[in-house]
């Protein structure tokens, strides 16, 4: 098998990297540009397993100088990368937020940061912001496969030698299937999970088997070349974080960087020679340098900025990113891929001595609480931890209830909803103790409370519902039921400023399982109230607070720490927030009007008439970009004070 270095495959690589890039520092224009991911995979695999195979054919091949290159073409660029990240988020990030940090510090230095970010959050989802080492998940899937695939072909080349390019296509479409199927009901595993993306790398190793003879004919050539760069581009331009991914929607950039690479073999045509030119080459090789710089940068640029950075400043950070990133191929990269250190035990040495030296740092820092004594005079508000014991969703589906209120009378009322509802439950604690009522708290976060509509990711919502209120049907002392969500996310499908939509699901209609949200957010609302006002129970309506695109806490840490006004700089308007919510008032008034229910509105204590505060004397009201801080909801808990005085004078 011979091999001879191809210039157009670095320049894939550029287009590969670019296309990252540009999605990351303005999605809006390239909101596809996520699968240049993808044609890294195809490409690794393809280079790879070439080596792989080279040196199987002469007899050559050895794990450990196949993990030596590894650790020389990995380790230098990527060390270097997040000893910087943990210096500048020391810097910059609060102690809650910094402790956080050093969870994924450790997950990206023993390569297994994709679980842990699939753990934490959806790729499209969550702030951004506060993960800087975010990007770092594609690497752990590559490093990942790259622990299981040498193995594995050691063992194919040895025993089953003739058998090799079959086991490797079986194995793809295994891999190829089960993400079709999980992407459909869990994105987030298709996303992050090796064994469900190892198929696009596979596409590359089965490409480098040459399972079909090259293509001599310079027309075809050009045409499947052409082909393929189209399916890597137009994606870029037309996919969006709402496209179901990866799955078959990935399979068009998968293939269309095979067809690139095939198509090459042999003598220069169009996109080869395109992909050829010295610009793009460059780029392609300093490609992994600059995907490892690129996001921490523009994360801490526009984390220190708290508000979206200017054009002029993403130009002049780009320009940055694009010679720091140069500086880190050529001082870094080259030298420790070339000759530093010349013995192998020396790298592995090396090696785990660096690991061990951020793991120490990243223990450090998490066992430290994220060093609060670095902001001594800019004290971080810290929230309370309460209401986590009736979280449905740690008690085994089993439904518990945390008191509310003065707990030495019987409980008269339930709060019933998602994580909203127990980030009002302080400040209706506050006001039912002042009047002398108790009352309960259950809650199932993305679990609104209405009957029968389940969300994509939650399949335990209606189970959590109807037990809900089964518990009521049984205690007629609760007399009251307080409904308290996430409307606006129910209404919209998606979250505020955010990608990634959620599909709601009717479970009680078989004429229409499915449809616009806004639909069967008033379907299942509509079920809620009739059903307890059946059962001869007041309710009450807690209508959507005002929601943030930032993480309020941390801005408000970065905002202090520069003398800035942090309700200047990301408060909504009242504008925003009513063209937020138009579709929740709609349905909420559509139920007050047919039906006796009270509805009460927090946005009218939080917001005047040109915006809705986010701090108050430099406390958060909200203690992420949309669940209400114990200070915030205890700021606003004179609103439920009518709702208690007439259950007090009830007894």
Not at 177 to 182: A, D, R, T
Not at 288 to 312: D, E, G, N
């Amino acid at each position: 098998m011979k091999w001879n270095y191809r210039a157009d495959i670095d320049g894939l690589r550029a287009v590969a990297v670019l296309s990252v890039l540009a999605y990351h520092a303005v999605s809006r224009y390239f909101p596809g540009g996520y699968i240049g991911v993808d044609v890294f995979f195809v490409i690794s695999g393809y280079l790879i397993t070439g080596i792989i195979m080279r040196e199987i054919e002469k007899n050559e091949f050895s794990l450990a100088r196949f993990y030596e290159r590894r650790i020389r073409r990995i380790y230098p660029a990527l060390f270097a990368m997040l000893f910087f990240t943990i210096v500048a988020t020391s810097i910059l990030y609060d102690a809650y937020v910094f402790k956080d940090f050093s969870e994924s510090v450790l997950a990206t230095t023993f390569f297994f940061s994709n679980i842990y970010f699939w753990m934490q959050t959806g790729y499209f989802e969550g702030d951004a912001l506060l993960k800087p080492l975010l990007h770092t998940w594609s690497l752990a899937v590559e490093e990942q496969y790259y622990i299981v695939f040498p193995l594995l072909m050691a063992i194919l080349a040895r025993y089953f030698k003739p058998k090799i390019l079959q086991i490797l296509i079986g194995i793809a479409a295994i891999s190829f299937l089960g993400s079709i199927y999980v992407v459909g009901n869990n994105p987030s595993d298709a996303f992050y999970l090796p064994h469900l993306r190892a198929w696009e790398l596979l596409v590359g190793s089965i490409l480098a088997l040459n399972p079909v003879s090259s293509i001599s004919n310079s027309i075809l050539r050009n045409m499947l070349s052409m082909t393929g760069l189209g399916m890597i581009v137009i994606p870029v331009f037309m996919y969006s974080p709402e496209t179901p991914f990866p799955g078959v929607a990935a399979a068009i950039p998968v293939l269309g960087t095979a067809f690139i690479i095939y198509s090459g073999i042999g003598e220069a045509i169009l996109v080869n020679k395109l992909l050829s030119m010295p610009p793009l080459v460059f780029i392609g090789k300093i490609s992994y340098s600059l995907y490892l710089w690129h996001w921490p940068l523009i994360q801490f640029a526009t984390y220190y900025s708290i508000k979206k950075i200017t054009r002029i400043e993403l130009v002049a950070l780009l320009f940055a990113t694009l010679a720091i990133s140069v500086l880190s191929w050529k001082l870094i990269e080259q030298p420790f891929r070339a000759s530093v250190p010349q013995k192998r035990p020396h790298v592995f040495l090396s090696a785990a001595g660096v690991m061990g030296i951020t793991a120490a740092i990243g223990l450090f820092i998490f066992f430290m609480d994220g060093l609060p004594i670095r902001f001594a005079k800019h004290q971080v508000y810290e929230d309370k931890e309460i209401y986590t014991e009736c979280d449905f969703r740690y008690n085994n589906n089993n439904l518990q209830f945390c008191p509310i209120g003065d707990v030495s009378k019987k409980p008269s009322f339930l709060l019933w909803g998602d994580s909203h509802a127990a980030s009002i439950g302080p400040g209706v604690d506050v006001s039912a103790s002042g009047k002398s009522v108790s009352g309960l708290l259950a809650f199932n976060p993305v679990c609104a409370p209405l009957l029968g509509i389940t969300a994509n990711r939650k399949s335990n919502c209606v189970e959590f519902n109807d037990v809900t209120l089964e518990y009521i049907e049984s205690h007629p002392e609760l007399t009251t039921v307080i409904l308290a969500g996430r409307w606006a996310y129910m209404a919209e499908g998606v979250g505020y400023k955010e990608s990634g939509k959620i599909k709601l699901v009717d479970t009680l209609s078989e004429s229409s399982k499915s449809g616009i949200t806004a639909i069967l957010f008033e379907r299942g609302l509509t079920r809620t109230v009739e059903q307890l006002l059946a059962l001869g129970r007041r309710v009450v309506i807690v209508s959507q607070v005002p929601e943030v695109r930032h993480d309020v806490p941390s801005s408000l840490s970065i905002a202090q720490r520069t003398a800035r006004d942090v309700n200047e700089i990301i408060a909504p308007t009242l504008e925003q927030y009513l063209s937020r919510n138009e579709k929740v008032f709609w349905v909420i008034n559509s139920v007050q009007a047919d039906y006796d229910v009270q509805v009460i509105d927090p946005w009218k204590a939080l917001c005047d008439e040109q915006r809705c505060l986010v701090a108050v004397e430099d406390t958060p009201i909200y203690v992420d970009a949309h669940h209400l801080s114990t200070f915030g909801s205890e700021y606003i808990s004179y609103l439920y004070d009518p709702i208690f005085e007439t259950l007090a004078g009830e007894k």
